[in-house]
Nanobody
Framework: VQLQAYGGGKVQAGESLTLSCAAS????????MGWYRQAPGKTRELVAAITKSGATNYIDSVKGRFTISTDGARNTVYLQMNSLKPEDTGVYYC?????????WGQGTQVTVSS
């Protein structure tokens, strides 16, 4: 399984980004999927997850600002990030949630400046 996250970039606080994640195979259809974030000097954390049935969960710091979703065929997982804050800066990865059982991809860098 290969996971590829993309869509990151450098933005100002308050702006938005949408991340996308594609995977080889059909893992999205069979797994709860999540977006993880690794901030500089910190461990990787799960920030959002979506179950096979479409239920979603978020960490408190992104609730109301981030939205995780999939396309109809569950071939791609998205993370819509609004009202970005400097503390959202980090490398974002997608993987199975909550433990990330698949090989980690390179992630996509998100940098939010104040």
């Amino acid at each position: 399984v290969q996971l590829q996250a993309y869509g990151g970039g450098k933005v100002q606080a308050g702006e938005s980004l949408t991340l996308s994640c594609a995977a080889s195979g059909r893992i999205f259809r069979d797994s709860t999927m999540g977006w993880y974030r690794q901030a500089p000097g910190k461990t990787r954390e799960l920030v959002a997850a979506i179950t096979k049935s479409g239920a979603t969960n978020y960490i408190d710091s992104v609730k109301g600002r981030f939205t995780i979703s999939t396309d109809g065929a569950r071939n791609t997982v998205y993370l819509q990030m609004n009202s970005l804050k400097p503390e959202d800066t980090g490398v974002y990865y997608c993987n199975q949630a909550p433990t990330g059982i698949y090989k980690w991809g390179q992630g996509t860098q998100v940098t939010v400046s104040s």
